[in-house]
Every structure is written in structure tokens, then in C-alpha cells.
Nanobody, 120 residues
């Protein structure tokens, strides 16, 4: 059974940083691309970033240059480093498994989400 467990969310002041983690199990982690998706209060899902099994990445324009996605295949863990945080990035952040090795495939498993709140 695929399991994705996010952690690292919380309350941070504007300009601060957070690193989200996603512990994966139940599948061969290195064989699949992984993604981060977020949902702001009262809004729909928004794709944030994706990384393929080999480490190639892609970002939404709204986070490019401030967020960094990475993965540790030895630890079956996905990360999202978020810097220079602004209130508008407040959202529940979900880790999601991509259905294949490469970027561009569909998302077929989701974690429970971790809440990031940026506020003074």
C-alpha cells in the first residue's frame, strides 16, 4: 500500500523559511516522479513543483526561485525547501506520487497534507 506522510508545516513569519518533508513507503520510490501540490483556504488545488526519479525538476512560476524540491532516494523522502515566504503561500501542502518516472504523468497517490501558515 502506498503511503505518503508529510511533515514540517507550521506557522512562520513573512520572510521566513520552512522545509517540508514527505516520507514515502509501499512502492519503489526512486522509480517514480514526485510532486508537491497546495490548496489555499477557499481555493482549488494548485500544482507547485515536481521532480523525476533522476532529480530533474520543474516549478510553478509563482514559486520559482523561492522554493526548491529535492529527494533522497536512499531515505525514500521528498522535500520542499521554501524561502522568503509570503502570506499568499499559506495553504495545505500535499505530497503526491506521479504515476511514472518522468514529469508529466498523472498523480495517483496523495498524502494527508501539512498546513503552512505565513503570518506575522
Amino acid at each position: 500500500e502506498v503511503q505518503l506522510v508529510e511533515s514540517g508545516g507550521g506557522l512562520v513569519q513573512p520572510g521566513g523559511s520552512l522545509r517540508l518533508s514527505c516520507a514515502a513507503s509501499g512502492f519503489t520510490f526512486s522509480s517514480y516522479a514526485m510532486s508537491w501540490v497546495r490548496q489555499a483556504p477557499g481555493k482549488g488545488l494548485e500544482w507547485v513543483s515536481v521532480i523525476n526519479g533522476g532529480g530533474s525538476t520543474s516549478y510553478a512560476g509563482s514559486v520559482k526561485g523561492r522554493f526548491t524540491i529535492s529527494r533522497d532516494n536512499a531515505k525514500n523522502t521528498l522535500y520542499l525547501q521554501m524561502n522568503s515566504l509570503k502570506p499568499e503561500v499559506t495553504a495545505v501542502y500535499y505530497c503526491a506520487k506521479v504515476s511514472g518516472y518522468n514529469i508529466g504523468n498523472s498523480l495517483d497517490a496523495w498524502g494527508q497534507g501539512t498546513l503552512v501558515t505565513v503570518s506575522s
